[in-house]
Structure formats: structure tokens, C-alpha cells
């Protein structure tokens, strides 16, 4: 089992940043990637990027690439999502998940664990 708590939401203007932190807690030794998701009001969850966990690389979906960066703190067992030049289209419950299988994926079954979400709101 692996536990993720996130933090780190909040309400931030347009054009603003944010750095959201996701700790696991557990068997954090069987955390293969690590990705992020978010839920608008009354829209399905969405993907927004993922890492691996151990080689650093990274995948972005198309609505956050070159705004949003995620990285890891081994060390710390934590990852994080850096979001920068914030639109009102970014609000939503921000989700991070870990997933113990090779290989990465944007689909939200690959995922084993997730954790409790985080609010973003960003203001117009």
C-alpha cells in the first residue's frame, strides 16, 4: 500500500503560481511513476502529466505543457506540481496517484493509489 497526501492548493489570481506537493507514504520503494490529474466543476478527471519515478522523465498533456512542470524529492518521498501562468480554466481539484507498473500512462486505471486532492481556484 502506498499512502499520497497532497497540499499546497489554493486561490491565486490569474497569471499566478502555484506548487503543489504530493508525500507517500508506505511502500514508496514500489512507486514505478507518479502523475497528477485534475476535476473541474462537473467535468470528468482529466490528466495532466507524469513522471517517473526514479529516471525523472516527464509527459504533459497538451493544456498545461510549457506551464506546468512535475518533479520528485526522492529523498523527501515527494513530488510536486509547479504551475505557473495560472488561467481560470486551471481551477479544479488537483489529484496525484502512483502507480507501481512498468511503463507509464495517462489513463487513470494504470493507476494503484491516489490521493485526496487539493483545491486550486484561480481567479479572473
Known amino acids: 500500500q502506498v499512502q499520497l497526501v497532497e497540499s499546497g492548493g489554493g486561490l491565486v489570481q490569474a497569471g499566478g503560481s502555484l506548487r503543489l506537493s504530493c508525500v507517500a507514504s508506505?511502500?514508496?520503494?514500489?512507486?514505478?511513476?507518479m502523475s497528477w490529474f485534475r476535476q473541474a466543476p462537473g467535468k470528468e478527471r482529466e490528466f495532466v502529466g507524469y513522471?517517473?519515478?526514479?529516471?525523472?522523465?516527464?509527459y504533459y498533456a497538451d493544456s498545461v505543457r510549457g506551464r506546468f512542470t512535475i518533479s520528485t524529492d526522492n529523498a523527501k518521498n515527494t513530488g510536486y506540481l509547479q504551475m505557473n501562468s495560472l488561467k481560470s480554466e486551471d481551477t479544479a481539484v488537483y489529484y496525484c496517484?502512483?502507480?507501481?507498473?512498468?511503463?507509464?500512462?495517462?489513463?487513470?486505471?494504470?493507476?494503484?493509489?491516489w490521493g485526496q486532492g487539493t483545491q486550486v481556484t484561480v481567479s479572473s
Open positions: 513522471i517517473n519515478w526514479s529516471a525523472g522523465s516527464t
Open positions: 508506505g511502500r514508496t520503494f514500489s512507486i514505478y511513476t
Open positions: 496517484a502512483s502507480a507501481s507498473g512498468r511503463g507509464m500512462s495517462a489513463s487513470e486505471t494504470f493507476y494503484d493509489f
